[in-house]
């Protein structure tokens, strides 16, 4: 079913991941203050998947990388699935009701993740549904706008809305790799509310009479991107370890028990480094040219000739237009790409220059110093 808000004057439908909801009202650049400022309220595509039961917390808390066994009753946490190579499967946000345990996804992640849920509750008390038609999710920062907007449901009593922990990160158990000096998340304070599918005809009517402002998801990408806020629809791929988004900081308690992916968390943080890093890239916009998700990216170096050797370093994970920063990137590179190369984004068949800022930094280093062993036969 179309959401109402498509219907209101201005709006553009969005397409691609955000398929559904409105893209934009007729001026990006205002509505990404009026978002930002807690003045305007997005609604986001989101697939819900409700876990009830008894067992359902410490079942969670079992497979998954964040501590969630003595998660509290309006409570939020995200946490990820990762497979055997810890390669990262599903982003999850989670809030529960105490009686029920709600996971937040991408709306294309809902069915797939109820379906393994499903296969793997064997016998204990859990029940797994998807309840993704039964909800819309209605996103903003903190500020007055929450005061005008439709309340949250609360089948249990307890009203399901999600408070995003990156700006508190790292969480505790949680492990940075960016700097805490300057990090633009602890200025993200984003939240989530669960509404009822049904209200959000009472939510255009209040934006057509003035009562209420709105942003599209053009707004939202621009000042997630702004946040360094990774997104499971956009920055993750089929090598994607949590290391290489810094999503250790708030998605992995890294001394929890084990679960799958565990032993290549551990190992990657102890002894390791992340074999990608991710990177906001301020571009040129002199061309007026925007690259989009998986445009290439290149680094030249000077050869011992003094000719350039261009090589393809990374790929654009999201591009956007914003109202400070002007066009900015995030991108997935490699990891031994110095921190402060220049790059050139080809976009469009357009070469696109772009300045390099480390979130996670080129020189991470292992969590454990762990000596070199003397080489057999060496002499001291």
């Not at 990388?65 to 509290?72: E, N, P, Y």
């Not at 934006?207 to 209420?212: E, K, L, Q, S, Y």
């Not at 308690?253 to 002894?271: D, F, R, W």
Request: glycine letters at 8%; proline letters at 9%.
């Amino acid at each position: 079913m179309a959401s109402p808000l498509l219907g209101l004057p201005g709006a553009v439908a969005a397409d691609g991941i955000d398929e559904g909801v409105v893209a934009h009202y007729g001026n990006p650049f205002v509505e990404q203050r009026r978002l930002e400022d807690g003045r305007a309220l997005a609604e986001v595509p989101r697939g819900i998947v409700a876990v009830a039961g008894p067992d359902r917390r410490s079942w969670l808390d079992s497979m998954t990388s964040q501590s969630l066994a003595r998660l509290a009753p309006a409570e939020s946490a995200e946490t990820l699935f990762l497979d055997p190579n810890g390669h990262v499967e599903h982003a999850v946000r989670v809030v529960d009701d105490g009686e029920t345990a709600w996971l937040v996804v991408e709306p294309a992640e809902a069915a797939p993740l109820a379906a393994f849920l499903d296969r793997m509750r064997f016998m204990l008390q859990v029940e797994v549904a998807d309840r993704s038609a039964e909800f819309a999710v209605l996103a903003g920062a903190d500020g007055p706008v929450w005061d005008a907007a439709p309340e949250a449901a609360a089948p249990h009593g307890t009203p399901l809305e999600w408070r995003d922990p990156w700006s508190d990160a790292p969480t505790p158990g949680g492990h940075p790799y960016a700097s805490a000096d300057g990090h633009p998340g602890q200025f993200w304070h984003w939240r989530e509310r669960l509404v009822p599918v049904d209200s959000l005809g009472a939510l255009a009517q209040d934006a057509r009479a003035g009562r209420i402002e709105l942003a599209g998801s053009l707004a939202v990408e621009a000042i997630r991107v702004a946040a360094w806020r990774p997104r499971f629809a956009t920055e993750v791929d089929a090598k994607t370890i949590p290391h290489e988004l810094d999503w250790l900081r708030s998605a992995v308690h890294v001394s929890k028990g084990c679960y799958k992916g565990q032993e290549t968390v551990a190992k990657v943080l102890n002894l390791g480094r992340p074999p990608r890093r991710l990177v906001l890239l301020h571009l040129d916009g002199s061309d007026t040219v925007l690259p989009v998700a998986g445009d290439p990216v290149f680094a030249d170096k000077t050869a011992a000739d003094g000719s350039l050797d261009r090589r393809e370093v990374g790929r654009i994970t999201t591009a956007v237009q914003h109202h400070e920063l002007g066009p900015v990137a995030l991108a997935v590179v490699k990891r031994a790409v110095p921190g402060d190369l220049p790059f050139v984004v080809i976009a469009h068949d357009t070469e696109v220059a772009a300045a390099q800022q480390q979130i996670v930094p080129a020189d991470a280093a292992p969590a454990v110093d762990v000596p070199r062993l003397p080489r057999l036969g060496a002499r001291p």
